[in-house]
């Protein structure tokens, strides 16, 4: 591949299908005779029942179009598209068998102020009756969790706070694997937070478990989850953290290599964080020195590669990594550009 390939992949999210329309698979379905869904670009969205497929009702396809998205991610059981429109901010699903819209909601705003998204994540196992859980970072430093259903919101982490005084924006999220549903949160501050979700019932809940949680602002009120900040977390950030993004510069690539240990990515480090010891100092000796961890120490790093766009798990022992090893494909890219996600 060359350099202005790569670079077309990262910069664009238009069609990369060949002349005729087809993508290989796309090919061999058609010439079976099997019905299969194209999405293009150029059609009425959401088609209604006014809306005529391409090629008349005889043809094999059907072509429906999807709106320009700042977000978007499968459910894990393959059912559903769930994205964020650029031009309305609205979350909205689409059933991938038939290409209809399933439900629509705009993201619930600030006071006056309109609310954006730019970070998505989808829980790995559904939740009873409230199916997926979808995270959605916006611009007011908030992370929303809808329900993969009916879009309903069930939950609001709150803003956490910052030296300047300005809440910083949650960049990445990642659910944990497993039946225990966590959900991490990468701050533009480098500042890693994890909330414990359960189903929760506001009407089951004692008066006095009600007050003690007035301090969380109102990120339970009227929803349906209820959330649980991991306190070793925040008091690993409250000593930690100042050393921690010194040492390994801005943080941009997260998830989770099992339901206990955090796996993130800067440009030049590749790190593992997990419940264990620390101390002031110890971040920054073992990156001048290179000096070896204790066995209880809560991290593990490598410097390895440059240029780092994306690091994922494949099971505990294999990482898939993303990077740039041409200085030809790097200097196409803009700053957003170079950490598009490839859905490792």
Known sequence: MTSAVVARYFAL????????????SGRKRAASGQKWREFRPLEPAFPTAGNTPV???????????????????????????????????????????TGKKRWRCKLEQDGDASVSAHAMAVSNQPIGKLGY????????GRVRIHSSEDGRLLFVCPCVSSKSGHPPLPARLAFAPGPDCKLAVIYT????????????????????QRADESTMEDQTAGKTLRGTLNPWLARFWRVMGE????????????AYLN????LMASDRY?????????????????????????????????????????????????????????????????APLQRKFFGL
């Open 243 to 254: 050393e921690f993004s010194t040492a390994f510069g801005s943080i941009h690539s997260l």
């Open 55 to 97: 090629g008349g009702s005889n043809s094999v396809r059907e072509w429906f179009t999807l709106p320009a998205a700042s977000c978007l991610a499968f459910t894990p059981n393959a059912a559903s598209l769930v994205l964020v429109t650029r031009s309305t901010d609205e979350l909205c699903a689409v059933a991938l068998d």
């Open 133 to 140: 859980l979808i995270a959605i970072g916006c611009s007011d």
């Open 189 to 208: 501050n480098n500042q890693l937070t994890e909330w414990s979700l359960l189903p929760h019932s506001e009407a089951s809940r004692p008066e006095e």
């Open 13 to 24: 999210d238009g069609d990369v299908d060949d002349q005729d329309g087809h993508t290989g």
């Open 270 to 334: 590749v790190i593992q964080l997990k419940k264990g010891s620390y101390a002031p100092g110890g971040i920054k000796k073992r990156v001048s020195d290179g000096s070896k961890p204790e066995l209880d120490s809560c991290f593990l790093f490598t410097s390895q590669f440059e240029s780092i766009l994306q690091v994922n798990a494949l099971n505990e022992h294999e990482l898939a990594l993303v990077s740039v090893h041409s200085a030809a494909i790097a200097q196409r890219l803009t």
């Open 259 to 262: 339901a206990q240990t955090w």
